[in-house]
């Protein structure tokens, strides 16, 4: 299921997964005769209930009875299957938001489901885990039989193997079929682009990379288009200097950064990028002055900052929508579209819509620097436009902007500069451009479907510059 935030898509999840609970008029009839169901939520945080990642995947099965020695079974081949291992005895409030979400996916496969309902799994996964999550995905429904529902934005992986789609808008099903179907149904309207965006270049619809790229190969050929201009190095740029800094939560635990240096320039975009786990929230928590490292330090750190965390709902302490949003001017609450939901409780509101509150709220302050974790999480692609075209106006204004996301074409559209986060360090900062045509995991869907025909497109708009219709 995919659509804008808000439409319905974990309301009728929820309904899915016989919770109980809801308050107002329910009309129609829903029969689901499926047992077990597991559910995975939107919020991951939500749903950890034990202290240890061994605990929390065996919790469902203690809860069904299950004898220890299968328990023990179950758990060594969930474990193996997700490659969970280095996670097993760690504390689970340790984790990273993208290792809680593939924890809780992992504890709901644990219980051998007849049904598995998944609320945007792949939100907080790097592009290397998002791909063994699909690929698992695929296996547990054509080997075990199991029935997967999942909502989900970013798509790019997802299309190559679903059977069925809905097209969700406004608490209706406004198309329905198998993919490409549904693309042809809606080929035209703004809806499309709710669809990767490689299928916009193609004549018919392609759903697998490798379709993509053959295609790619069939109707277009490269152009020998100018060279970029070198970007000029600025003597007097000012810049946040992070000297070796070392940071660990456990005294006798392994060190979150190991040493971490980079020079982040100040006036800029600059996006942090790399796996679950490898430091990037520690890393913008010591900018914002949250966590003191052991060792190194930080120069340069602006006076004001505004932070978003990975979980939005630590900003809210009101009652309603409309008091959170108090004071704020009205041109900055509406690009946001939050009208609607002035007298909802912020615990109300999807995921989607609970991180537009939050941006809201984060990029209303008139701050020197913005530090943003995992900021178009739960975001369809209209409110991700709002959000680049916020910060890129922000960034003319002089502000300074730290962004760490897992979402490639995002990060495409809107960096200036792009740092990879391996093993607690920064091992690379360059210009956008330079960073994804030199990658192969961490780069764009188009650029690993064109960049053997030209390795200068990176986004949709490229095709034009470096490439031509034969």
Known sequence: MTGSSGCGKTTLLRQLSKQSGWNGDETGLLINKAEPIS???????????????????????????????????????????????????????????????????A?????????????????QL???????????????????????????????????????????????????GKPAEV?????????????????????????TKKEARLAMDCEYESVQAPDRKEQKSDPDKQFIQCDKLSLRFDKKGEDILRQCSCRIAKEKITCLVGGNGSGKTTLLRILAGFLLPYGG??????????????????????????????????????????????KRHPADLSGGELQRLALCKVLSQDVECYLLDEPAKGLDWQMKEVLTERLQTLKKMGRTIVVVSHDMEFVAKLADVVGLMFDGDIIVMEDMRDFFEGNQFYTTALHRIAGQLNSHIILEEDVNIYGKKK
Not at 107 to 123: C, F
């Open 297 to 342: 330090r930080v120069k340069g750190v602006p006076q004001s900052m505004g932070y978003l965390p990975q979980n939005p709902r630590y900003l809210f302490l009101k009652d309603t929508v409309g008091e959170e949003l108090y004071g704020i001017e009205e041109k900055l609450q509406k690009p946001w579209q939050l009208e609607r939901y002035a």
């Open 183 to 207: 693309y042809s149904q809606i080929r035209g309207t703004r809806q499309e682009f709710f669809f990767p965006s490689y299928m916009r270049l193609f004549s018919s619809p392609v759903l």
């Open 39 to 105: 559910y995975v939520w939107q919020n991951p945080e939500s749903q950890i209930v034990t202290n240890r990642v061994e605990y929390e995947i065996i919790f469902g099965l203690e809860n069904m009875g299950m004898p220890k020695e299968k328990m023990r079974r179950r758990l060594a081949e969930v474990v193996t299957d997700f490659g969970l291992e280095q996670l097993l005895k760690r504390e689970t409030m340790e984790l990273s938001g993208g290792e809680k979400q593939l924890l809780n996916v």
């Open 126 to 176: 790097d592009p290397v885990a998002t791909g063994q999550l699909c690929d698992m995905l695929r296996r547990i429904n054509e080997e075990y039989g199991t029935t997967i529902i999942l909502a989900e934005q970013r798509l790019e992986e997802i299309l190559s193997f679903v059977d069925w789609m809905l097209l969700i808008e406004e608490g209706h099903i406004a198309a329905q």
């Open 107 to 123: 504890s709901a496969m644990a219980m051998n489901p007849q049904l598995l309902l998944l609320d945007e799994p792949t939100s």
